[in-house]
Each structure stands twice: as structure tokens, then as C-alpha cells.
């Protein structure tokens, strides 16, 4: 919403004002379509030739994203982490082979179930039981799982991060197509100098709105979209972070609540939720 809401400001500030001034918006929009082919086709060229599939795929699975708002919310980091104080309230209870078969089978775990959407997140519950799964078996400790964890999040973090350089080599290269546009319009004009000044004038206006539009499209559309999915791919991050934080504070002997404050405090002070409503929360839970 705020994305449309942005691009509304500057279509009225940027072409209200010329229009404001006496430019003539017709100039503009005789130019536009034949502008917006060249450049749109020359970044879409260039995009495809410049990525492979799979970041291909993510740019535009990431574009889709900055359009939603955010499941990031206080209430999605309550219940997960009142599914992780669930799991490691059952370990500490009854062993940690207690829990061996919600780590083997979380689709058909109660604890899971129990957690709506984050019990039902492929990725939250992969990452889980993952690391579950190795607690369980004893053979790693806690510095060697931290070790794994932070790898695996590095990991994460530069494939999601392959379609936010993606987005922004895109809003690099079209200032640069709006020059190509641009010269290509000079050159048409050149090429027809012996008609009247009124002519010409108009055929070197057009060529203008290419290098207008490169510039326009870059840093009003393509480089916020950039920065907006930047921000997105930095809050998914954090849920990982999260569930590392608390998994290894278990590990070190903490109890399940303590090991639920220490991941608390790793999340963002606008969704982080207070000690008093997390407690109240995992109690209801």
C-alpha cells in the first residue's frame, strides 16, 4: 500500500509541476510509449541475460513480496516463541528423546499444531527440527551447532540477498538505457535536419524524455523496490536468529523461559513483545 501510495507523490509532484510551470504534457506522452519500449525492453534484456533462473525467480517472487505487508508481526514472534518454550518445557520434563518424534514427524506434532502459522511454516519448522534433531542425538555441542546455525543463516541470507543486488544492478543500468534512448532520438533528429525548426524541436524534446524516464524509473521505482526488499530479506533474518538464540541458551542450561527471553531480546523493539505479555501469552498457549 505505502509502495502505490510513494509512487502517487512523485507522478503528482514530478509531472504536476511541469505541468504547473506550461510544459506541455503532450510532448511527454507522444514520446512515452515508443521511451518506455526501448528502455523496459533493453532492462528486461539485460536482467535476463545478468541472472540466472533461480535469481530470476526470487527477484520477482521478492517484487510480489513488497507489496504485501509484513507477517512479521509481535504476534507471530509470541507464538513462535511459545512453540519453542512448548518443545524444550517437554524435553527438559521428560528427555530430549521425548521429543523425538515431533522432531521426525512435526506435521503430525501437537506442539506444532498447536502454533497456527508458524507450526505450519516449512521454513521455520525445517530450521527447528534441524537443529532438534542434533541436540537429540548428542553428539554436537553447543559451540559446534552455533557454528552450523550461523552458517546456514549466512547462507539464507546471500540467496535472498542475490535478488536485492539483482533490483538494484536493474536501477543502475537504467539511467544508462535512458541515454542509449535518448542518443538513438538525436540520432533521428540528425538525421532529419532539413525540416523546420518546429519539427526539429519537437524530435529533440522526445529524445529528452528518454534520458527523463531513465532517470525517473531508476530512483522513483526500481531503487526503492530494491531497498524495500533489502529491508524484508534483514526481517526474515531475525525469526532465524531468534530460534538460534533460544535453542542455544537451552543447550548452555538455561530453562525454557530464560532460553525464550534470550531470543526475545535478539528481535526488533518494534515487534519484540514485553517479558509481561510473553508470559502472560506462552501461559494462555
Given at each position: 500500500?505505502?509502495?502505490?501510495?510513494?509512487?502517487?507523490i512523485?507522478?503528482?509532484?514530478?509531472?504536476?509541476?511541469?505541468?504547473?510551470?506550461?510544459?506541455?504534457?503532450?510532448?511527454?506522452?507522444k514520446?512515452?510509449?515508443?521511451?518506455?519500449i526501448?528502455?523496459?525492453?533493453?532492462?528486461?534484456?539485460?536482467f535476463?541475460?545478468?541472472?540466472?533462473?533461480?535469481?530470476?525467480k526470487s527477484?520477482?517472487?521478492?517484487?510480489?513480496t513488497?507489496?504485501?505487508?509484513s507477517?512479521y508481526t509481535?504476534?507471530r514472534?509470541?507464538?513462535l516463541l511459545?512453540?519453542?518454550?512448548?518443545i524444550?518445557?517437554?524435553?527438559?520434563?521428560?528427555?530430549?528423546?521425548?521429543?523425538?518424534?515431533?522432531?521426525?514427524?512435526?506435521?503430525s506434532?501437537?506442539?506444532?499444531?498447536?502454533?497456527?502459522?508458524?507450526?505450519?511454516?516449512h521454513?521455520?519448522?525445517?530450521?527447528?527440527?534441524?537443529?532438534?534433531?542434533?541436540m537429540?542425538?548428542?553428539?554436537?555441542?553447543?559451540?559446534?551447532?552455533?557454528?552450523?546455525?550461523?552458517?546456514?543463516?549466512d547462507?539464507h541470507?546471500?540467496?535472498?540477498?542475490?535478488?536485492?543486488?539483482?533490483?538494484?544492478?536493474?536501477a543502475?543500468?537504467?539511467?544508462?538505457?535512458?541515454?542509449?534512448?535518448?542518443?538513438?532520438?538525436?540520432?533521428?533528429?540528425?538525421g532529419?535536419?532539413?525540416?523546420?525548426?518546429?519539427?526539429?524541436g519537437?524530435?529533440?524534446a522526445s529524445?529528452?524524455?528518454?534520458?527523463?524516464?531513465?532517470?525517473?524509473?531508476?530512483?522513483?521505482?526500481?531503487?526503492?523496490?530494491?531497498?524495500?526488499l533489502?529491508?524484508?530479506?534483514?526481517?526474515?533474518?531475525?525469526?532465524?536468529?531468534c530460534?538460534?538464540?533460544?535453542?542455544?541458551a537451552?543447550?548452555q542450561?538455561?530453562?525454557?523461559?530464560?532460553?525464550?527471553?534470550f531470543?526475545r531480546?535478539?528481535?526488533?523493539?518494534?515487534?519484540r513483545?514485553?517479558?509481561?505479555?510473553?508470559?502472560?501469552?506462552?501461559?494462555?498457549?
Amino acid at each position: 500500500m505505502f509502495v502505490i501510495v510513494g509512487w502517487l507523490i512523485v507522478m503528482v509532484c514530478v509531472f504536476g509541476v511541469y505541468i504547473f510551470h506550461g510544459g506541455n504534457i503532450m510532448v511527454v506522452l507522444k514520446a512515452l510509449p515508443f521511451e518506455l519500449i526501448t528502455i523496459g525492453g533493453a532492462t528486461m534484456g539485460a536482467f535476463v541475460a545478468n541472472n540466472q533462473m533461480k535469481v530470476i525467480k526470487s527477484s520477482l517472487k521478492g517484487l510480489g513480496t513488497c507489496f504485501k505487508g509484513s507477517k512479521y508481526t509481535k504476534a507471530r514472534y509470541m507464538d513462535l516463541l511459545a512453540l519453542l518454550f512448548d518443545i524444550l518445557q517437554k524435553a527438559r520434563k521428560e528427555g530430549l528423546m521425548a521429543i523425538e518424534k515431533d522432531v521426525e514427524e512435526p506435521h503430525s506434532s501437537e506442539i506444532f499444531k498447536k502454533h497456527g502459522e508458524v507450526g505450519h511454516d516449512h521454513h521455520v519448522v525445517e530450521f527447528i527440527t534441524d537443529y532438534l534433531r542434533m541436540m537429540v542425538s548428542g553428539n554436537l555441542n553447543a559451540h559446534e551447532i552455533e557454528s552450523l546455525m550461523d552458517s546456514e543463516i549466512d547462507t539464507h541470507h546471500a540467496e535472498e540477498h542475490a535478488a536485492v543486488a539483482a533490483l538494484q544492478r536493474v536501477a543502475g543500468g537504467l539511467p544508462a538505457f535512458g541515454i542509449v534512448a535518448a542518443v538513438l532520438g538525436v540520432v533521428n533528429t540528425m538525421g532529419s535536419v532539413g525540416q523546420p525548426p518546429a519539427v526539429l524541436g519537437g524530435m529533440i524534446a522526445s529524445a529528452l524524455v528518454g534520458t527523463f524516464l531513465g532517470i525517473l524509473l531508476a530512483y522513483a521505482f526500481a531503487e526503492p523496490l530494491a531497498g524495500l526488499l533489502e529491508q524484508k530479506v534483514e526481517e526474515a533474518g531475525k525469526e532465524f536468529q531468534c530460534i538460534k538464540t533460544t535453542l542455544l541458551a537451552s543447550m548452555q542450561g538455561y530453562n525454557p523461559a530464560t532460553a525464550i527471553e534470550f531470543g526475545r531480546k535478539v528481535l526488533f523493539s518494534t515487534d519484540r513483545p514485553t517479558f509481561v505479555e510473553l508470559e502472560a501469552f506462552v501461559k494462555k498457549k
